[in-house]
């Protein structure tokens, strides 16, 4: 069938609608793949986004100290998304599995060092 700007809609087959659909669909692009050198460096925006935390509670880490932030020259506050990352991971619990790995670790270490 021979489609062009005249052509109605209830005279096309399913068939034209789908090679219609494929040809002006365009193709999507792949995902960018993101390494781990990339950072992201923005303000209360960043911190929020990565932390989960309302800003009211990012004003206050960073009063305190808590939160690792980079201060700028102008008086300004920035956020490195790598940063707060491992902030984040340093507050990680260890499990019961990793905390009686450590200590067979250090009885062993120990009873090396006494031989």
């Not at 939160?67 to 491992?86: Q, T």
């Not at 260890?94 to 670790?105: F, G, N, P, Q, W």
């Amino acid at each position: 069938m021979n489609i062009n700007e005249n052509t109605r809609v209830i005279d096309l087959k399913v068939s034209d609608l789908i090679t219609i659909l494929k040809e002006s669909t365009p193709i999507p692009a792949a995902p960018v793949q993101t390494s781990e050198d990339d950072d992201e460096i923005g303000g209360y925006e960043v911190a929020e986004k990565t932390t989960g935390y309302a800003r009211q509670t990012i004003y206050q880490l960073k009063s305190k100290g808590k939160i690792p932030y980079i201060a700028m020259p102008s008086g300004g506050v920035r956020f490195s998304r790598k940063e707060i990352l491992k902030w984040l991971m340093s507050h990680k619990k260890l499990t019961y599995e990793e905390i009686t790995a450590k200590a067979d670790d250090f009885v062993f270490k120990r009873r090396a060092r006494r031989k």
